[in-house]
Structures are given as C-alpha cells and as structure tokens.
C-alpha cells in the first residue's frame, strides 16, 4: 500500500490549496478515504472523511463550509480543497484509508502573511 501526499505550500491568510493523494496497493475504490492534520506539539486531528463511492462526507468543525473532500475512483486519488485558509490550520496533512493503518508521508501547509 502507497499513499502519497502532495499539494502543500505556503498560502497567504485567505488563500486556498488542494491537496491530492495518490493511492496504490489495494482497491482504492471499496475503501472511504480520511484527511487528518497535525500541528506541532498537538494531536492528530480528523479533518474530513469520504465514503467508498464519494456519496458522504463527514468534516470537523473547525473546517465545516471551507474545506471539502472529494475522491476519482478512476484516478485512485483523493482531494481536499481547502479555501478561507487560517493561520491555526497549517500543520502537516495526511491521508488514510478509512478502517486500516495506511498512511501517507504527510505535506506541509503553511498559512502565514
């Protein structure tokens, strides 16, 4: 199993990004997808989580109406487009598939004037 991040980058206050996961290793598309973050000297947060087929979709609050996630069966790839982007959300970001420890290497978002 392989996921990998990327997207990340340095973004003004107000900005947007989107980060993609590639997937490989397994059927992409029987699985939900998460996005999770985690900023130094905290724990890893849940941000977003997707179902097998893109249908539902759950977010924290703290990323409710600016942030969504979306998936390409097709591509086996994951998105989170984040826009309205604050400084309290840079931290490293990771995918996961739902229901098995597989993670991705992480990517750094940076939000900062």
């Known amino acids: 199993v392989q996921l990998v991040e990327s997207g990340g980058g340095l973004v003004q206050p107000g900005g947007s990004l989107r980060l993609s996961c590639a997937a490989s290793g397994f059927t992409f598309r029987n699985y939900g997808m998460s996005w999770y973050r985690q900023s130094p000297g905290k724990e890893r947060e849940l941000v977003a989580t997707i179902s097998s087929a893109g249908g539902s979709t759950n977010y924290a609050d703290s990323v409710k109406g600016r942030f969504t996630i979306s998936r390409d069966n097709a591509k086996n790839t994951v998105y989170l487009q984040m826009n309205s982007l604050k400084p309290e959300d840079t931290a490293v970001y990771y995918c996961?598939?739902?229901?098995?420890?597989?993670w991705g290497q992480g990517t750094q978002v940076t939000v900062s004037s």
């Open positions: 996961k598939v739902f229901g098995k420890d597989y």
